[in-house]
Antibody, heavy 115, light 106 residues
Framework: EVHLVESGGGLVQPGRSLRLSCTAS????????INWVRQAPGRGLEWVGF??????????EYAASVKGRFTISRDDSKSIAYLQMNSLKTADTAVFYC??????WGKGTTVTVSS | QAVVTQEPSLTVSPGGTVTLTCGSS?????????PYWIQQKPGQAPRTLIS???NKHSWTPARFSGSLVGGKAALTLSGAQPEDEAVYYC??????FGGGTNLTVL
């Protein structure tokens, strides 16, 4: 059974950094594209970015709203994907989800950016 | 950048049939957009019902189906149940989400 668990969320001040993790099990992690999607309070889903598998060079793409501030990486040996978030803004407050190829979703981790 | 359009809200009677649509501001939605349909119930994480236009997952109730209709992606619910009340999001090209359709079963 595919299982995705996000962790690392919490309360952080504007301008600071946070790293989220997406720990996977139940499938061949190295073959998957991992997406990060977020949902601000009371709002819809917003794609954040993805990282492809090694066959596609581990390429990454990001939404314009986070490009240059967020970085996605992966450790296939540990079946973990990371979302490094720098220069956080209050507008980044959201529940962050990771997905496997947009087919399966984790339960999310909450990030609150506030002073 | 394309805008993905969905009906903001729809209502269906229990046992009834309803079709949700997903359009693109740049033109017709095609199989090449690999449309996804994602269900989110209040307080829960999203769950993908349909991938790549028509493909169901093991957890997708048989009453849901995906298609292309009139230049849009479509999600048809036949025989609505109270538990189908949720927000349904369309996803195109793996990164463009629609604003969601709030489906009420009433």
């Amino acid at each position: 059974e595919v299982h995705l668990v996000e962790s690392g969320g919490g309360l952080v001040q504007p301008g600071r950094s946070l790293r989220l993790s997406c720990t996977a099990s139940g499938f061949k992690f190295a073959d998957a594209t991992i997406n990060w999607v977020r949902q601000a309070p009371g709002r819809g889903l917003e794609w954040v970015g993805f990282i492809r598998n090694k066959a596609f060079g581990g390429a990454t793409e990001y939404a314009a709203s986070v490009k240059g501030r967020f970085t996605i990486s992966r450790d296939d040996s540990k079946s973990i994907a990371y979302l490094q978030m720098n220069s956080l803004k209050t507008a980044d407050t959201a529940v962050f989800y990771c997905t496997r190829d947009n087919d399966e979703w984790g339960k999310g981790t909450t990030v609150t950016v506030s002073s | 950048q394309a805008v993905v359009t969905q009906e903001p809200s729809l209502t269906v009677s229990p046992g009834g049939t309803v079709t949700l649509t997903c359009g693109s501001s740049t033109g017709a939605v095609t199989y090449g957009h690999y449309p996804y349909w994602i269900q989110q119930k209040p307080g829960q994480a999203p769950r993908t019902l349909i991938s790549d236009t028509t493909n169901k997952h093991s957890w997708t109730p048989a009453r849901f189906s995906g298609s292309l209709v009139g230049g849009k992606a479509a999600l048809t619910l036949s025989g609505a149940q109270p538990e189908d009340e949720a927000v349904y999001y369309c996803l195109l090209s793996s990164w463009m989400f629609g604003g969601g359709t709030n489906l009420t079963v009433l």
